[in-house]
Structure formats: C-alpha cells, structure tokens
C-alpha cells in the first residue's frame, strides 16, 4: 500500500444538507420523532454554519446517548406559562435545548407582551 491509501484526513467535509439527514437518522434512531429530530438537526447543524461548532455535530454522540440513557426526554410535553406581561416560563419537560429554544421563539410572538425590553452584549 501506497502511504497516501492509509492516511485518514483530519477534516472530513460534507455538505449541510448531508449533516442534517444524518444528525435526524441518530436522533430518530435514539427514539424521537422524525419532525423534532428535523428541528433539532438543523440547529445542531446551523450551529455548525455559523461558527459555533461548540453546539454543532460534535455533541451528536453525547445527545445520542443521553437519549439512550433516558437523561434527555426523547418525546418531551413542552408547556409555556404567562406570568407577568413580559415574562413566561418554559417548561421543555428535559426535552433537548435547541427544541426548546425554537419552541420559547414560537410562542414569544403570540404571547400578550405589554412591554419590550432589548439587551445588549
């Protein structure tokens, strides 16, 4: 064998969409269901697109064995409560984060806020 036939490259390249349907087929494998996989998948992998590998498809493995293991709820009753006019909780029921985080951004629009606030870092 020629040395380059056993050399492993240390950065393997794929494209998102590729990530993306992986990332899904592990969390559908490790018992979610296939549209919370979806949603997870793409922020993982968004992540990924923006620089943030911290969040991105490395932590796959150590999701996968959470679920496995039953520490993240794999089909999690996420439930949000209003409780002032700016503030509300989300209980995600030890779903994943990023399914979570999507979910808080969906019901922030619909919910009676009286007031606004912006932060900034």
Do not use: W
Not at 89 to 101: H, I, K, N, P
């Amino acid at each position: 064998m020629h040395e380059s036939e056993t050399t492993v490259p240390h950065d393997i390249v794929v494209s998102a969409d590729s990530l993306r349907g992986f990332a899904t087929a592990l969390l559908v494998g490790a018992g979610m269901p296939r549209d919370e996989a979806e949603l997870a998948a793409r922020v993982i992998v968004d992540a990924n697109l923006r620089g943030v590998d911290t969040h991105g498809a490395f932590n796959l493995r150590l999701y996968v064995k959470r679920l496995h293991l039953g520490l993240i709820n794999a089909t999690p009753h996420m439930s949000f409560e209003h409780r002032r006019a700016a503030v509300g909780v989300l209980d995600a029921d030890g779903g994943m984060g990023q399914l979570a985080t999507v979910r808080a951004m969906e019901y922030a629009p619909t919910s009676p806020i009286n007031c606004m606030s912006s932060n900034v870092a």
